[in-house]
Every structure is written in C-alpha cells, then in structure tokens.
C-alpha cells in the first residue's frame, strides 16, 4: 500500500535550533518548496536566523540549502513555554490562520535532570503546542 502524498504551503517547526528541528529543517528545505517558520527564542530576528544558519549548516556543512533558507525560512521570535507561545494574541491568530503543518521539535534532553528542569519544555510547550493547533483553522 502506497501512502498518499500530502502538500502544504507553511509549517510551523519548534525546536529549529536543536539536533532534531535542524534536521527537520533541513529535509524541508531539501524536499519540499514550503515556507518554515520557526519559533525561536532569541534577543531579534536577526539573531534568530543566525542561531537557525548555525544548526543547519551542521546538516548542510557546504551551505547548498543556503538561498532556500533565506527564501523561505521565517524566524518567528518566541517560546513554547508561553502559553500564546511568545505572541500578542493578534500575532498568535495570525500564526495560527498561516499555518497548515505543525512540527513540533522542541524539548530539554537530559537524562539526568530532574522533571521539574524539563515540565516547562517538554510537558508545558508540549500543551501549549497542542491548544495552538487546537486554535488553527486549517
């Protein structure tokens, strides 16, 4: 039995700056032509795409996916620790109708943590993940 392919124009991606997220990232810049957008905790949009180019030149070390990346990858600025995951509730909305895909990335890994180190990201921005797709008209 042979999946049917599935298209979208725009993805939501948690955790672009992580092991995880940079390799997503990086498959769908190579295989598909959506737009990502990224959630990323930085101090601007500026450093945002910087801390993002770093992670994935890990996965494309001589930067071939370089021109996709500044076409179609878009910093977002915030934190999935946030319940309105870092927006204004008009930003939120307006995140939630231009998104058709989430692919949510984002958690601490730590074996040797305690849970109450690793609730906020990976239980908390995992709910927070959830309402917002939750909230999205797609």
Not at 60 to 85: C, N, S, W, Y
Not at 93 to 111: C, G, P, R, Y
Not at 113 to 132: D, L
């Amino acid at each position: 039995m042979q999946l049917p392919q599935v298209s979208f124009d725009r993805v939501l991606l948690t955790g672009a700056t992580g092991v995880l997220g940079a390799h997503i990232m990086k498959e769908l810049l190579a295989t598909t032509d959506t737009e990502v957008f990224c959630l990323v905790r930085a101090e601007s949009i500026d450093h945002a795409r910087q801390r993002l180019l770093s992670f994935l030149r890990v996965y494309d070390p001589q930067d071939k996916l370089h021109a996709e990346f500044l076409a179609r990858v878009k910093p977002i600025l915030g934190d999935v620790t946030d319940p309105l995951l870092g927006q204004t509730e008009v930003q939120y909305k307006q995140l939630a109708e231009m998104t058709d895909v989430i692919i949510h990335s984002a958690a601490f890994t730590n074996l040797f943590a305690r849970y109450s180190k690793v609730e906020p990201i990976n239980v908390g921005g995992t709910r927070n993940v959830i309402r917002f797709s939750l909230s999205t008209p797609n």
